[in-house]
């Protein structure tokens, strides 16, 4: 297994909160940053929130901030980067998605998807008005 696996993803009404995770190699990623990105229907995938390989100097997208965290826990074995949404919004309805930078020690603020790869299969989180 190469690519991360996310999990977490459901439906929530607006307000409530979802914690998403992302399990990943460490073997494969330690040395890379690691990032949340989102797609809805129609709208190009943006980041919504990133870290470095080092899990600190966290990027969060405006629409985001205040509301979203995130957090990165490693092993010897494993790499968990996890999400933590509350205050949900019924435009956070997307299909979220997990993926590793391409260069190793590199990060970019703003995060450029372009510089992303190693993606998941996505989850999907919708959030009901």
């Known amino acids: 297994q190469v690519q991360p696996i996310e999990s977490g993803g459901g439906l929530v009404q607006a307000g409530g909160s979802l914690r998403l995770s992302c399990a990943a190699s460490s073997r494969t990623f330690s040395a890379y940053a690691m990032g949340w990105f989102r797609q809805a229907p129609g709208k190009e995938r943006e980041c919504v929130a990133s870290?470095?390989?080092?899990?600190?100097?966290?990027?969060?997208a405006d629409s985001v901030k205040g509301r979203f965290t995130i957090s990165r826990i490693s092993d010897n074995t494993k790499i968990i980067l996890q999400l933590q949404m509350n205050s949900l919004k019924p435009e956070d309805t997307a299909v979220y998605y997990c993926a590793a930078h391409k260069s190793p020690y590199y990060s970019d603020y703003p995060p450029r998807i372009e510089n992303f790869g190693s993606w998941g299969q996505g989850t999907q989180v919708t959030v009901s008005s």
């Open positions: 870290l470095t390989y080092l899990g600190d100097i966290p990027y969060y």
